[in-house]
């Protein structure tokens, strides 16, 4: 038993890699080699700093199930890495697409990514990377599409949710959140649904291998 899931984590390991190494070549960029460690100096403990990429073919599957109409939202990346959502958002037809993230080195990739990529349609798309801690940024009042792939620990992700909840009061629109996470399970990045669960303004819409997305259209509870 254990060896058919070993084999099997074998295989899709080598499934992504395959995809995210296709990926980089068709839009000539650089998004899949993992980051340990961000090397700026301002990692803060509890706070993760470990950079892999989304699949591709699991951004496009969330936004498959989703069917949003993608050029009323704002797009959001928290934690954007090296840009590689960014891409897959502009591609989805998301018109206005922001990456946070806390990692200088990180956030310079992502925009060298965004630069010199081919096949994305850059002169629709208002691209934005901002270099900052996401519990302390303020999101845009616009409709928004929030998409985090695992990046924060418990304390900061209670944060950015009560600030997002916050600023969603203060200014009531659409909004949609998913929560991608890792399938190989690791006590350094565990899984956290229940956070989102326990979120009082979202509403769970779906959930399928690898993520959950949840959905508030109604003014948010303080
Ligand atoms: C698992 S990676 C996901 C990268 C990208 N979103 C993707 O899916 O391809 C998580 C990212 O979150 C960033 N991060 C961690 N804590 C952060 C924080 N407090 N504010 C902004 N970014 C943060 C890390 O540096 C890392 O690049």
Known sequence: MLAGKAYHGAVRGWWVHLATLAFDLRYGVETRTIVQHDGSGRAQPGVHTYYQRTPPGRFRRIMAALDVDAGRFTFVDVG????????????????????????????????????????????????????????????????????????????????????LQRSLHDAPRPAYVVYAYPLARSPSFPVQVDEFDAAPFLRRI???????????SEPAPA
């Open 80 to 163: 954007c890495g090296k840009g590689a959502v960014l891409l897959l958002a502009a591609k989805a037809g998301f018109r206005r697409v922001i990456g946070v993230e806390l990692s200088e080195p990180l956030a310079a990739s992502a925009e060298r990514n965004i630069e010199k990529s081919r096949g994305i349609p850059k002169d629709d798309v208002a691209f934005d990377v901002v270099c900052a801690d996401v519990t302390e940024w303020e999101p845009p009042r616009t409709p928004l599409f929030v998409f985090l792939f695992n990046p924060l620990t418990a304390e900061p992700l209670r944060t950015f949710l009560a600030n």
């Open 206 to 216: 779906a959930d399928g291998r690898g993520y959950v997305a949840y959905q508030t």
